[in-house]
């Protein structure tokens, strides 16, 4: 079963707004990573962030790690259209198996 | 864009029927995966490689078999494929970047076994 999840499921937000996913996880990690999947395609990486990170900025995106409460959020600002899509966390155990474990993702819809 | 292809994109087939689901990368990543995923649901890791002649069943049961002769081919293959089997299935493979791993998707095939 999948150890990752997000919450909330869906989201609708108007375009400008700023949009926030959160994803729990169970084990202990070596990193955790956000990707974004468009209706039936594959998904991109977006980003990552190490287990001794808190913070990290790319462009329009925000991630925070906490590691005490095995979680970590997404922060989209200023949303366009073109964000629309599915957004999953998935998390590198410590374990050394190089497996990734997925979150349940969250739908996110931008209207304009 | 990351350099990982698969084949074919759609494919809609028989009960009974064996199929292989082509995935190849050109990108020299030792690591390479597969994922089964039903619309709009979370990804299952069903195979994992590790390497040439290295293959690892993942978290979820399929019937499904794979091989790794190449570094750069990792067909998998369903010896009799039922509707239960009708799903998206998502090759990657994955590159060590400033000490971490990071996954490249393929486009996806989209299975549906009448």
């Known amino acids: 079963s999948q150890q990752g999840e997000e919450d909330p499921q869906a989201l609708s937000i108007q375009e400008g707004e700023n949009a926030t996913m959160n994803c729990s996880y169970k084990?202990?990690?070596?990193?955790l990573q956000w990707y974004r999947q468009n209706s039936g395609r594959g998904l991109v990486h977006l980003i990552l962030?190490?287990?001794?990170?808190r913070e990290k900025h790319s462009g329009r995106l925000r991630v925070t790690l906490d590691t005490s409460k095995k979680s970590s959020s997404l922060l989209i600002t200023a949303s366009r259209a073109a964000d629309t899509a599915s957004y999953f966390c998935?998390?590198?155990?410590?374990?050394?198996?190089?497996?990734?474990?997925f979150g349940t993702g969250t739908r996110l819809k931008v209207l304009a | 864009e990351a350099d990982i292809y698969q084949t074919p994109r759609y494919l809609v087939i028989g009960t009974g029927k064996k199929i292989t689901l082509e995935c190849s990368q050109t990108?020299?990543?030792?690591?390479m995966y597969w994922y089964q995923q039903d619309p709009g649901m979370e990804l299952h890791l069903i195979h994992y490689s590790y390497g040439v002649n290295s293959t690892e069943k993942g978290d979820l049961s399929s019937e499904s078999t794979v091989s790794r002769i190449r570094t750069e081919h990792f067909p998998l293959t369903l010896e009799s494929a039922r509707p239960s089997h009708t799903s998206q299935y998502l090759c990657?493979?994955?590159?060590?970047?400033?000490?971490?791993?990071?996954?490249?998707f393929g486009p996806g095939t989209r299975l549906t076994v009448t």
């Open positions: 990657a493979s994955s590159v060590r970047l400033a000490g971490n791993y990071e996954q490249y």
């Open positions: 990108m020299g990543h030792d690591k």
């Open positions: 962030i190490r287990s001794n990170e």
């Open positions: 998935a998390t590198v155990s410590t374990s050394g198996t190089y497996k990734y474990i």
């Open positions: 084990t202990s990690i070596n990193n």
